[in-house]
């Protein structure tokens, strides 16, 4: 399973989004005539299509998580060792938010 995509989506801002560019350039070969957040959005996709292709879920459904009771909890579980030094921090309710996309 995998919830990529919507973290990237859920990342995705000023501060982000030349990395994105990037990404898109560099994997995909997306042109770099596009307007950067068009770009960053194509890349996103395009990483959701490979992993559709891969037969990888993207739902929590879909792993059996069945209702939204735990999220919090896990959400607390996956930001305990500190989030400062990822690519964007996340706090416990920036990563519920995700959870609940990806359900």
Known sequence: ????PV????TLNEKTVDMFVNY????FGLSPEL???EAARQAIQ?????FEAMGLTTT????????TSKFEVMAEQAVAAGTESCFVPLH???VI???NRCF
């Open 1 to 4: 399973m995998t919830n990529t």
């Open 7 to 10: 973290w990237m989506e859920y």
């Open 24 to 27: 898109g350039q560099g994997v």
């Open 35 to 37: 307007e950067k957040y």
């Open 46 to 50: 395009k990483t959701r299509e490979v």
């Open 60 to 67: 929590l459904r879909s792993i059996g998580i069945e209702d």
């Open 92 to 94: 416990k309710e920036d």
């Open 97 to 99: 938010e995700i959870f």
